[in-house]
């Protein structure tokens, strides 16, 4: 049931993709992300598609695993398409009903923007599926370094971020425990009205809060006894060092923009057919 | 109104890395009344077999019936066979919610849909059954022990008045004074009600001295089933699964391989200390 989520997760596996740093991950997909939004083309989503296919691959993540993170933007996927596909006007009438009109241009860009949006996702989950929490907030905090010297508390942050991270699945699985002691007490969150469930929901929200903040106490205890104060000082067990890999991950990544920068601006913009 | 399991399976996220075969072709029958402890290593199954007793897991494969009747068929009362087994999760504890303590053991019955003065008449019978003292009633769940936390989740399962009775590890993260009280407390109430307990554990010491049937779970197979003084006769094995006897029976094997004619069999202390004055005496 809530253990389904899966987006945000890590996937261990041995592959490729696992062993790059951390870093060149980070920066891959920003830039993967990047080159979603400088084109809006066929020939170059079909590149995009296959560099993304490509890289599904080698990572040895179960597509499934990877379509199922999809879940929870559906909503906002299905908004997109439906407002995009209504409201933008351009090129030849398609549909034509009542106060609906479809045209060209709509279809072009919610099919479009669909696609952006599933990759985006689908990007973004690539990153975090192979890469630990930990192995996250390193490679965060070693490429945001240079921000210290503007004040910026950059380990904190990366900290703070990785103990979200860490603590996703926890409280998952706690709401999924609490959840199921409720309906042990014949609670009922399935049926009734959207107020009603509302109020059903007090039974989870209450001990979940609770155990939220028992647990961030214990957390913090037990920082506090390993004398944790911060990123001053610190050092890594396992500092990060780039590898031939991920210099050719770089190399890979940088053609790869070259390519879909190039498509977007010397191809014909219209390869479309309708 | 017994429970049977007939060639239960079930497997955790099939075809993920992260798939796990919790329980292994398991088949048992509780017939009513009966006071099972149910033992297994961390990890064994154990908690996972009892979420199936009341339908909160859905076997792989296999069937559970309840009344002899196969829970998973089509239209199956779901909310009624979770009112007649009542289970208590570990750290019940960790489920409270309400303003206080009354109105946190009425959540239960008030789902049966009985009105508010029997829910509470349920309530204060339940908590009367746990023994837990009544100037407390009206204050925060969140404010008590671990130990009256414990009782007042104990009552909310209780007060929905169910036939069988699960309990996953009453007494972890008690006091050895607190879990005596708690153990105590459900004998006590095996005794009074005559309902079906079934306790689940990973100490023999804790459930030796209360039960009279043993499941032994390992690796999400059932490996012994029988009365204590026959599982505990295998108490080679239980040590190889990471598992032990009560340490009486290590005092008896021990005393019969230095040539005292004792039997073997005791279980629990006061037996022990009879059959050696008792050997003492022929």
């Avoid at chain 1, 979200?164 to 199921?180: C, H, N, Q, S, Y």
């Avoid at chain 2, 008590?144 to 929905?160: D, F, H, P, W």
């Avoid at chain 2, 153990?183 to 079934?198: A, K, N």
């Avoid at chain 2, 689940?200 to 804790?206: G, N, Y």
């Amino acid at each position: 049931m809530i253990r389904d989520i899966t987006i945000g997760q890590y996937y261990p596996a041995e592959s490729p993709i696992h062993r790059l740093d951390p870093r060149v991950k980070i920066v891959c997909t920003l830039l993967f992300l990047v080159s979603l939004f400088i084109q809006n083309s066929l020939p170059g989503y079909v590149i995009a598609t296959i560099f993304l296919g490509c890289v599904i691959s080698m990572s040895r993540v179960p597509v499934k695993y990877i379509v199922k993170g999809l879940k929870p933007i559906v909503i906002l996927l299905m908004f997109t398409v439906v407002m995009n596909l209504f409201l933008t006007r351009g090129g030849d009438t398609l549909v034509h009903f009542w106060i609906f009109t479809i045209t060209e241009e709509g279809l072009r860009t919610s099919v479009f923007m669909a696609v952006r949006l599933i990759y985006l996702v689908m990007g973004s989950s690539i990153m975090t599926f192979t890469t630990s929490p930990n192995g996250l907030t390193d490679g965060l905090e070693k490429l945001l370094r240079p921000l210290n010297k503007i004040n910026v508390p950059v380990h904190e942050v990366a900290m703070m971020m990785s103990i979200a991270l860490r603590f996703i699945p926890i409280l998952l699985e706690e709401t999924d425990k609490i959840m199921k002691a409720q309906i042990a007490r014949g609670a009922d969150f399935e049926s009734g009205n959207i107020i009603q469930r509302a109020k059903a929901m007090t039974p989870i929200l209450v001990p979940l809060f609770v155990s939220a903040f028992r647990r961030a106490n214990d957390l913090a205890m037990a920082m506090e006894a390993r004398c944790y104060n911060g990123g001053e000082g610190r050092t890594k067990m396992k500092p990060l060092r780039y590898k031939a890999q991920d210099r050719w991950a770089y190399v890979i990544t940088v053609i790869y923009m070259i390519v879909i920068f190039a498509v977007g601006r010397f191809v014909p913009f219209k390869l479309w057919i309708f | 109104m017994s429970i049977a399991l007939e060639h239960v399976n079930y497997v955790y996220s099939p075809g993920t890395a992260y798939e796990k075969h919790a329980l292994k072709d398991v088949s048992l029958e509780i017939a009513q009344g009966q006071f099972v402890g149910i033992i297994g290593h961390t990890g064994s199954g154990k908690s996972t077999l009892i979420q199936h007793l009341n339908g909160l897991m859905k076997a792989t494969s296999g069937k559970v019936l309840y009344d002899g009747q196969n829970i998973y068929d089509e239209g199956y009362d779901m909310k009624r066979l979770r009112s007649q087994v009542g289970l208590v999760f570990q750290y019940p504890e960790y489920q409270l919610f309400e303003e206080d303590v009354l109105r946190d053991v009425c959540f239960g019955p008030k789902n049966q849909g009985l009105s508010a003065e029997e829910c509470e008449k349920c309530a204060r019978e339940a908590l009367d059954l746990v023994g837990f003292p009544e100037k407390y009633y009206r204050q925060s769940p969140f404010e008590l022990s671990g130990g009256q936390k414990r009782r007042v989740a104990i009552a909310g399962i209780l007060a929905m008045h169910p036939k069988v009775l699960v309990l996953d590890e009453p007494t972890a993260g008690l006091d050895p004074k607190g879990r005596d009280e708690i153990l105590d407390q459900i004998e006590h109430l095996h005794r009074e009600t005559g309902m079906t307990v079934i306790l689940v554990s990973h100490s023999m010491e804790d459930i030796a001295n209360y039960v009279e049937r043993i499941i032994v779970m390992n690796r999400g197979e059932k490996m012994l089933d029988g009365v204590p003084k026959e599982v505990f006769s295998h108490y080679k094995e239980l040590e190889k699964v990471g598992l032990a006897a009560p340490q009486v029976t290590y005092v008896m094997h021990d005393l019969k391989e230095r040539g005292f004619q004792v039997s073997t069999d005791a279980t629990t202390i006061g037996e022990a200390a009879d059959e050696i004055m008792r050997s003492f005496h022929d």
